[in-house]
């Protein structure tokens, strides 16, 4: 007989990540974290179950029919099968309401079941992260009306009753620059403002509501003109006629993502607040779901590695197993260290989110939560790639092969750095907040974290890094140009 390979196996995501496990038992009160037990288990048992599936079946991605067989505009989308399931598992295992429950620990707690639902769902956790913002948004708004209105909705525990919210900010003329925003918002004879433009990127669009960016008419140009109102999609079972779905998007990653082009066409709005600042306005949002990504970056990594070091146990060469090869075993330990740092920033922005909502965080923590948020966000995205490819690599040839379900780790890592802010736009943010007293947040914060840590190597460098990176803000205050050539790098030793 001749040999055949063994598959790698996914061992449970939960039971055997150590990193997880740690962080909650040291973070959490012990009945907080017994509580939390039977979801995060459920939730790993879903995620091997989603793995073993995956590699028995052809890959699906949604399907777009715009049209019936008798002419009507129809705009249907099938979609694959964790998609049809996802109403189900987030509503029957808290994924979000948990992160609006009362208490300091909530969002720690969600951040939990996300990194573990993340890939089994297909990256159904994109419009899920979009649905958190909305509620966090529409929260902090204050708008009573809306918000009786949809928090039931977005945080319910009953997938009957669950909807989903969209984040429409992308536009042809800009991405990163929402400045540029075209879409115009005008109000009818009868007083109801309606949305006339062009959506260029919108994940959610099976969802069945949304935060839009849009500018009243007779506004001035640039972002301060904008507004943000909230829109919904469906007259009961059937997508409302203002809303034109042009087409799905072909991409390189994320298949099963339904991301859509559309076309706005009269869609009725409510404006969250003021009719000017949308940006302000959304920026909650924006903060949200950009910790939803790095939880997300660290979830792809932590996949990857888990594959190859189990497979590093099966795959013999030179006459031993692969892990018992110091140099593959050494290449495994490095992604492990650089996981580890990166698992430890993303869940510290979760864990300071939830103290700084619930208002337990000390002085430091707000300053301190706006800095590390981009940070987290575009560190873990550019370390997804990394790790992932190199643990592609791990599997030589077979890694590159598609029905093994290993490149379809690496090309949806690509995402993390680009939607939600790039890695530039990010590292101009993070400038952003270094404008407050972040820098001193982030001093104040890191004594605490050396606090009984005795490696002096350790606690040197980084008062020696902070010190550099206090200097070079100083040295380049006014010159701007500088300031945003050396943005990136500094961000990067900031996360690092
Ligand atoms: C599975 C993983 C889950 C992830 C799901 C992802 C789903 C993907 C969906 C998307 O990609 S949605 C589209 C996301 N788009 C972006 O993230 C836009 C990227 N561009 C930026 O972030 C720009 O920095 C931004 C448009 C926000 C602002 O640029 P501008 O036009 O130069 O505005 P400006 O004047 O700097 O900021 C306007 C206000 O917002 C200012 O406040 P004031 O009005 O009080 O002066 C800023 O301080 C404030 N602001 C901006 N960013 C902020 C913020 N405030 C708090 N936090 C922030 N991050
Ligand atoms: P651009 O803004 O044109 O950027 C091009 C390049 O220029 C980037 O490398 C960027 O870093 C760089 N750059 C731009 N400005 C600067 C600067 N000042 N300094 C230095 N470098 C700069 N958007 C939504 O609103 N809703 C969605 O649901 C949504 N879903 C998405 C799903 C997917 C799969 C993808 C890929 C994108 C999605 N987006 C969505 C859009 C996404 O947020 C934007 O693509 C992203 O913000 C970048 O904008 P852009 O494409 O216009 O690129």
Same mark, same amino acid.
């Given at each position: 007989m001749a040999f055949l390979q063994n598959p790698p196996q996914l061992s449970h995501p939960y039971r055997s990540d150590r990193s997880l496990l740690a962080l909650l038992d040291r973070a959490l009160p012990a009945e907080r974290r017994a509580a939390l037990d039977a979801d995060l288990d459920a939730l790993g048992d879903y995620a091997q179950m989603a793995w073993l599936r995956a590699c028995n079946t052809t890959r699906r991605k949604p399907v777009l029919t715009q049209w019936d067989a008798w002419g009507r505009r129809v705009d249907r989308i099938e979609l694959t099968t964790a998609w049809q399931e996802g109403p189900g598992i987030t509503t029957r295992h808290a994924v979000l309401a948990a992160g609006h429950a009362d208490s300091e620990h909530a969002r720690l707690e969600e951040f939990a079941r996300v990194y573990l639902y993340h890939l089994a769902s297909e990256f159904y956790t994109c419009p899920l992260a979009m649905t958190d913002g909305a509620a966090t948004a529409i929260r902090a708004s204050g708008n009573r009306e809306l918000i009786e209105r949809v928090l039931p909705r977005f945080l319910s525990r009953d997938a009957s009753t669950f909807w989903l919210s969209g984040q429409w900010m992308t536009e042809n003329a800009g991405g990163s620059d929402v400045g540029h925003t075209e879409t115009v918002a005008r109000q009818d004879a009868g007083g109801q403002w309606r949305l006339y433009g062009r959506k260029w990127? /919108? /994940?959610? =669009? =099976? &969802?069945e509501a949304a935060l839009a960016l849009a500018r009243p008419e007779g506004a001035g140009s640039g972002t301060a003109a904008l507004a943000l109102f909230y829109v919904e999609t469906m007259d009961g079972d059937r997508r409302k006629p203002e809303l034109v779905i042009d087409r799905l998007k072909d991409k390189l990653g994320t298949q099963e993502l339904p991301t859509a082009e559309i076309h706005l066409d009269g869609l009725p709005a409510w404006p969250l607040g003021e009719l000017a600042h949308g940006v302000r306005q959304v920026a909650p949002m924006l903060n949200v779901t950009r910790t939803w990504n790095g939880i997300c970056a660290v979830a792809s990594m932590a996949r990857a590695i888990s594959l190859a070091r189990d497979f590093a146990a099966r795959r013999r060469a030179f006459g031993r197993p692969l892990i018992e090869q110091p140099l593959h075993a050494q290449t495994l330990a490095d992604m492990q260290a650089e996981f580890e740092g990166a698992f430890a920033l993303a869940f510290e922005v979760a864990h300071l989110l939830g103290r700084v909502e619930r208002g337990t965080a000390a002085p430091h923590e707000a300053a301190l939560l706006r800095l590390l948020t981009p940070l987290a966000k575009l560190w873990t995205g550019k370390l997804a790639v990394q790790v992932c490819s190199e643990a592609i690599e791990c599997f030589g040839g077979a890694g590159y092969i598609e029905d093994t379900g290993l490149p379809q780790l690496l090309r949806d890592a690509q995402v993390y750095a680009i939607w939600e802010g790039t890695t530039n736009v990010l590292s101009l943010d993070s400038l952003r907040a270094l404008a407050g007293d972040s820098l001193g947040a982030l001093r104040t914060a890191s004594t605490h974290w050396l606090? &009984?840590?005795?490696d002096m190597h350790a606690a040197s460098a980084i008062r020696q890094t902070l010190d550099a990176a206090a200097r070079w803000l100083d040295q380049h205050a006014a010159g701007r140009e500088t300031l945003e050539s050396g943005a990136r790098g500094l961000a990067f030793t900031l996360a690092r």
């Open positions: 990127f /919108s /994940s959610a =669009v =099976v &969802g606090d &009984g840590n005795d």
